[in-house]
């Protein structure tokens, strides 16, 4: 059979060797040796050309080689809702039993978790494949900027990543770790600075909490907030905050504080990685100087 005709009976030219000695092609592995015009994928599963596999192709091979009913879970299925997920493995859930090959996890789930079609394949919800990409992460900074992700771009909500830490429990304790810490925070840099906060003894409840002036009219949201004294820290992360108009906004609501006698510390989150002493000397020193003129009249709001 030609192959223009291997190609129609293919999906995105992956096709099973099975489907290959259907067609008349009686040894497929043998156009696959080095040098020959297709490359082996998985286990009975063949690529119709010698070139690099694309992201749509690596998944397509190990979907037929898993079986029916599969779901892309893990860093593949994360990268599919849009996060940005490390890891080159490509993790499948599967009904039955299976066994995967290379960088292809077969993991069999019972019950079956529900799956979406995203892009033609078939995809966990956010939650699950976060928490199992989580599986696979080794140190908390990776698991936290994930985690925190998934939550700012919406595609979660923590108490889904909860849930889905607490039902699945094996090699879950990085995830359900990472949640326990980082509460409502919302990024790496941000649970850095709960913890200097923390360390010394400048304690406040109030995290992204929003503040209103005197008639009600909303100013900011801060990433802490230390209520008694009126002063405001932002800890302005190109990674969560900048994007193209992002600086302006910056700006902006910087003459908001302003406008309303607000003081503000703004910390990088390179600062509060690499120099925590000096960003707690600076966060002090602004607490003190707050302390000592009067508080401007604003307060915390609810915002439902």
Not at 94 to 109: F, K, Q, T, Y
Request: with cysteine; charged share 25%; glycine share 8%.
């Amino acid at each position: 059979m030609r192959i223009e005709h291997l190609r129609e009976r293919s999906d995105l030219g992956v096709i099973s060797t099975t489907a290959l000695k259907s067609l008349g092609v009686s040894d497929p592995w043998r156009r696959c040796t080095p040098g020959g015009p297709w490359q082996r994928m998985h286990p009975g599963v063949v690529l119709l050309h010698n070139g690099p596999p694309t992201p749509d192709q690596h998944l397509t091979a190990a979907l037929l080689r898993a079986g029916p009913g599969a779901a892309v879970t893990g860093a593949e299925a994360c990268r599919r809702h849009g996060l940005p997920a490390r890891g080159q493995e490509i993790h499948l859930l599967v009904p039955g039993s299976a066994r995967g090959s290379g960088s292809l996890i077969l993991e069999r789930a019972s019950p079956m978790p529900p799956s979406a079609d995203v892009g033609g394949f078939p995809v966990v919800s956010a939650a699950r494949a976060v928490v199992d990409a989580c599986r696979f992460l080794r140190t908390t900074d990776e698991a936290t900027a994930l985690i925190a992700a998934a939550i700012q771009r919406r595609r979660c909500t923590p108490d889904e990543l909860r849930a889905e830490a607490r039902t699945n429990r094996y090699g879950t304790k990085l995830a359900r770790d990472v949640l326990r810490d980082l509460g409502r925070a919302e990024s790496v840099a941000e649970r850095d600075a709960r913890r200097l906060s923390r360390k010394i003894r400048l304690t406040t409840p109030h995290w992204n909490a929003t503040i209103a002036d005197a008639n009600g009219v909303i100013i900011a949201r801060p990433d802490a907030w230390y209520d008694n004294v009126g002063l405001a820290w932002e800890i302005d992360s190109r990674a969560f905050h900048y994007g193209p108009r992002d600086y302006e906004r910056t700006l902006t609501r910087n003459t908001r504080y302003a406008a309303a006698g607000i003081l503000v510390v703004q910390t990088l989150p390179t600062r509060l990685r690499d120099q925590p002493e000096v960003v707690a000397r600076e966060l002090k020193a602004a607490h003190k100087a707050a302390a000592a003129r009067p508080r401007p009249p604003v307060h915390v709001v609810e915002v439902t």
